[in-house]
């Protein structure tokens, strides 16, 4: 039956002209994905679905790899001050930006003075803020001095949205209308909810790349993307549910990559709208969902159920924070307190691709609350529509899939720490969580920072802002001929510039 439906799916993306034969593109990668990203600037974009884009053209100081290491990208090395307050980039040298023009230490000061300008409205600007001033001593040096010993502003110059971007192109005004970076690839077109072509970029400084470009084709449903992969139809496949990527790809030479993934799932709830300004709503809410059944629903289990910090060496045990096991008993209580025992009405808006598992995590949270009399409404949305509403902080609770990183400072300044950049978002903030947050980042001492992050953890799952599901896999598939992709939990896909088609 499955196969039927599959040669059914083919047929009738070839009719359409989604899919054409892979082997007649030659040397170029044929990838599809779900959702096309919302814009191309790297500084501003915050969905998933334009990052893995954008990662593919534009290029940080440092990148994470793997092994979850920082590892040279832009800047060979770097080098803090013996007092922690500067930190200086060594910058590689012979790199050229996809216009031509040589890039340089101009560059990346007009970069990060573009981030922290507060109206560009950069997403990582609140990682930056600790930088006073920059030096540029040569064209190859940028020294940044710091207001404070920044233990993980490295992490935070390793994401794509601190990417570099050609300081001309800055000062024009619109620096990102044509995608020009220092990536592996060049945008040669992107049409929105269609398809994207990228080209190898030929004087890359790095390895590769060893195909000729990749198209990215938007084919929004995943049970027919995994059956043009099942078919030979597409090279490679972007697949965000677990219910598609588990299924058999028995007698095809499909392989489908699985990774643990940083980013967590999670209720978000904005605690300045009434009744969730009472913290013992909020409490009630957190006892009164089931997060394995979230998990089980949603995902299949496939993944773990998670405090707010997913990275190994920060993890928390599960019974050390607040009401992580469902507790109807205790939220009916706390509702009582709280003068609800009647409940209330709220709504949660949901992002209709990003993650796939979103609407079923929603409805799943709706069925637990109707326990406690919380009627909660579902309003779908477009994931651009979505986007825009979450920046704005115009709703009241949300189901978000949002990114790790790995140190927790980073990860999460931008939303708990006074005038952070998502503080409106984030709908929450207090003295405690302002200070850890400030004592995190310039602690030093492994085993502090361990205890500054897990008092951090617990404040958070006891005042519940936002309740924290879980965190699952990152998932790839990929013909057996696509060689040296390498999965990273970050979700990056980064490793596309190294891969060769051996079919």
């Known amino acids: 039956m499955f196969k039927r439906a ?53 290029e940080p100081l440092i990148r994470t790899d793997a092994d979850l290491n920082l590892v040279p990208a832009l800047a060979e090395s770097w080098e803090f001050s013996e007092d922690g307050l500067q930190l200086t980039l060594n910058l590689r040298q012979g790199v050229t930006f996809h216009d031509g023009s040589a890039f340089d230490s101009g560059d990346v000061m007009a970069s990060f003075e573009r981030i922290l300008d507060e109206d560009t ?27 404070i010993a920044d233990v993980p502003l490295l992490t935070a110059l390793s994401s794509t949205n601190a990417s570099i971007l050609p300081s001309e192109l800055i000062a024009e005004g619109d620096p990102a209308a044509g995608a020009v970076g220092t990536g592996p690839f060049v945008l040669d077109d992107w049409s929105p909810e269609e398809q994207t072509q990228l080209s190898a970029f030929a004087d890359y400084w790095g390895e ?51 990774a643990p993934d940083l980013a967590y799932h999670a209720l978000m709830m904005r605690a300045s709208v009434e009744p969730l300004d009472q913290l013992e709503v909020r409490q009630a809410i957190s006892c009164a969902i089931d997060r394995q059944e979230v998990l089980d629903t949603a ?22 924070l607040f009401c992580y096991e469902q507790d109807l008993d205790q939220a009916r209580e706390l509702m009582a307190a709280a003068g609800l025992e009647d409940g209330f009405a709220m709504t949660i808006i949901v992002a209709n691709a990003e993650p796939p598992t979103a609407l079923t995590e929603a409805q799943v949270i709706q069925e637990q609350l109707a326990e406690i009399n919380i009627d909660v409404d579902l309003e779908p949305l477009e994931l651009s529509v979505y986007v825009d509403r979450w920046l704005a ?52 001492d492994p085993e502090a920072r361990f205890e500054i992050f897990a008092e951090f953890q617990r404040h958070l799952a006891e005042t519940s802002p936002w309740i924290w599901l879980y965190n699952g896999f990152t998932y790839t598939g990929q013909q057996s001929y696509v060689e040296g992709f390498v999965p990273n939990p970050t979700g990056s896909i980064f490793g596309l510039s190294t891969v060769t088609l051996n079919r």
């Open 6 to 58: 599959t040669l059914l799916c083919v047929v009738l993306l070839m009719l359409t002209g989604l899919i054409a034969p892979v082997g007649a593109q030659d040397n170029t990668l044929v990838m599809a994905r779900a959702v096309d990203a919302t814009g191309l600037d790297p500084h501003t974009q915050t969905a998933f679905a334009s990052l893995r884009l954008l990662e593919l053209s534009y």
């Open 121 to 147: 409205g950069a997403a990582t600007r609140t990682n930056l803020l600790s930088i006073e001033s920059m030096d540029a001593p040569d064209e190859n040096t940028v020294v940044l001095n710091l207001s």
């Open 208 to 258: 590769g790349p060893f195909v000729d470009g990749i198209e990215i084709r938007i084919i929004p449903d995943e049970a027919t993307i995994f059956a043009a992969l099942r078919a030979g139809e597409v090279d490679f496949a972007m697949l965000g549910d677990p219910l598609i990527a588990t299924l058999p790809t028995d007698g095809s030479d499909v392989i489908i990559n699985r």
């Open 299 to 320: 995902s299949l289990g496939e993944g773990t159920v998670t405090g707010p910090l997913t990275i190994p060496a920060f993890e928390l045990p599960l019974e050390d």
């Open 393 to 444: 902080g115009d709703f009241t609770a949300a189901i978000a899939l949002n990114g790790g990183r790995v140190d927790p400072f980073p990860m999460y300044s931008r939303y708990w720490q006074v005038d952070a950049q998502f503080q409106n978002t984030a709908g929450y903030i207090d003295e405690t969580l302002d200070s850890l947050m400030n004592a995190g980042q310039v602690e030093t």
